[in-house]
């Protein structure tokens, strides 16, 4: 099973602000996916095959990496942006996710 | 738009059964594999179950298997999945979501779970 790290667990911005949220796999993925999940709601496809934004997500959000080690960046903190992010990899069975980085408005 | 609509959840005893449902609309539910992900509270995202569009291929996490079912009816567009045996480990809200290329596209609001004496 390949187990995704990620990192930071939790971490607080300020409106504006870069913030760059890490997910590292323990072995090669093809792709890494993202879901947003806000306080007392259902998680929501943000980012998937590792760049692509899912519909409606705002383009101040983008995705990157490669292999092991992969990256969501949010370009401009917004308030509507604080929320828990998790990662997920489907290249291998079974579906695994990260446990999550919580996100909080500074 | 896309519906996915959880029900079936609540409180059980440990090694009692319970068995969830999952109504699906505004897509053609018979061409999707299908699958159940769950969150304990306070806790991260686990994969239960899937299974393929014709029903034909299920699978299941190790900590569930010989205990819980997946199954659908794609002429309903509804998904189960029977749950037996429960353990108090099994305390969560259970989501289904639908499955694009390696990714869950939608999730259902979701339905929770409690398994106590």
């Known amino acids: 099973e390949i187990v995704l790290t990620q990192s930071p667990t939790t971490m607080a911005a300020s409106p504006g602000e870069k913030v760059t949220l890490t997910c590292r796999a323990s072995s090669s993925v093809s792709y890494m996916h993202w879901y947003q999940q806000r306080s007392g709601a259902s998680p929501k496809l943000w980012i998937y095959e590792t760049s692509k934004l899912a519909s409606g997500v705002p383009n101040r959000f983008s995705g990157s990496g490669s292999g092991t080690s992969y990256s969501l960046t949010i370009n401009s903190m917004e308030t509507e942006d604080a929320a828990t992010y998790y990662c997920q990899q489907g290249s291998s069975y079974p579906n695994t996710f990260g446990a999550g980085t919580k996100l909080e408005l500074k | 738009e896309v519906q996915l609509v959880e029900s079936g959840g609540g409180l059980v005893q440990p090694g009692r059964s319970l068995k969830l449902s999952c109504a699906a609309s505004?897509?053609?539910?018979?061409?999707?594999?299908m699958h159940w992900i769950r969150q304990a509270p306070t806790k991260g995202l686990e994969w239960v179950a899937s299974i393929s569009p014709s029903g034909g291929s299920t699978y299941y996490r190790d900590s569930v298997k010989g205990r819980f079912t997946i199954s659908r009816d794609n002429a309903k567009s509804t998904l189960y999945l029977q749950m037996d045996s429960l353990r108090s480990e099994d305390t969560a809200t259970y989501y289904c979501a639908t499955y694009g290329y390696g990714y869950f596209d939608f999730w259902g609001p979701g339905t929770m779970v409690t398994v106590s004496s």
């Open positions: 505004g897509f053609t539910f018979s061409n999707y594999g």
